[in-house]
T-cell receptor, first 115, second 116 residues
Framework: AQKITQTQPGMFVQEKEAVTLDCTYD???????LFWYKQPSSGEMIFLIY??????QNATEGRYSLNFQKARKSANLVISASQLGDSAMYFC????????????FGKGTLLTVNP | DTGVSQDPRHKITKRGQNVTFRCDPI?????LYWYRQTLGQGPEFLTY????????KSRLLSDRFSAERPKGSFSTLEIQRTEQGDSAMYLC??????????????FGSGTRLTVV
């Protein structure tokens, strides 16, 4: 079974609107971390936001927020007030365990922001 | 220090040739990782260093692949006898050690390899 599932190969959003990118995960480890990265066409993976499995509140970083629903094993990324520069690939990733270091990535969602 | 640097950005090579990529991590990060990303996929873990010690290698890393991190600073990834299936983006990342925060790695811009 895939550990990270991103079911939206592509998403479109109008500039200044909000968009939600879906991510579900699969792990039996009670301690894990969930990450979202942005990859523009230049190729660099840019860290956006992190949510720990024991965090009580949903993470927020500026226009990015993570809708963490632990029972459903989902960690959706919400981007508010989309900008043209948000057009990129977005990857959800998970690190399992307290001492683990590897990230497991999903296949990504290509977000296109229309003017 | 402005981030993780990778060199070269692009490499085109003929099948059967050897190639070597370099990664310079953030200087205070003692952990370094290599990932491979093929078209339409997310990055996949290849190998991990803590300081100069290579602590784990993925099954994806065949005998033709070797990685080093002498003196715990920069790292090199060498692919011998390249095959067309090696064509991919090779991403390097670094992170602080344990207890220095849970936040994600800092990735470089990658080396895009094309084997013709």
């Amino acid at each position: 079974a895939q550990k990270i599932t991103q079911t939206q190969p592509g998403m479109f959003v109008q500039e200044k609107e909000a968009v939600t990118l879906d991510c579900t995960y699969d792990t039996s480890d009670p301690s894990y971390g969930l990450f979202w990265y942005k990859q523009p066409s230049s190729g660099e993976m840019i860290f956006l936001i992190y949510q720990g499995s024991y965090d009580q509140q949903n993470a927020t970083e500026g226009r990015y927020s993570l809708n963490f629903q632990k029972a459903r094993k989902s960690a959706n990324l919400v981007i508010s007030a989309s900008q043209l520069g948000d057009s990129a690939m977005y990857f959800c990733a998970m690190r399992e365990g307290r001492s683990n270091y590897k990230l497991t990535f999903g296949k990504g969602t290509l977000l296109t922001v229309n003017p | 220090d402005t981030g993780v640097s990778q060199d070269p950005r692009h490499k085109i090579t003929k099948r059967g040739q050897n190639v070597t990529f370099r990664c310079d991590p953030i200087s205070e990060h003692n952990r370094l990782y290599w990932y491979r990303q093929t078209l339409g996929q997310g990055p996949e873990f290849l190998t991990y260093f803590q300081n100069e010690a290579q602590l784990e290698k993925s099954r994806l890393l065949s005998d033709r692949f070797s990685a080093e991190r002498p003196k715990g600073s920069f790292s090199t990834l060498e692919i011998q006898r390249t095959e067309q299936g090696d064509s991919a983006m090779y991403l390097c990342a670094s992170s602080p050690g344990a207890g220095q925060g849970n936040y994600g790695y800092t990735f470089g811009s990658g080396t895009r390899l094309t084997v013709v």
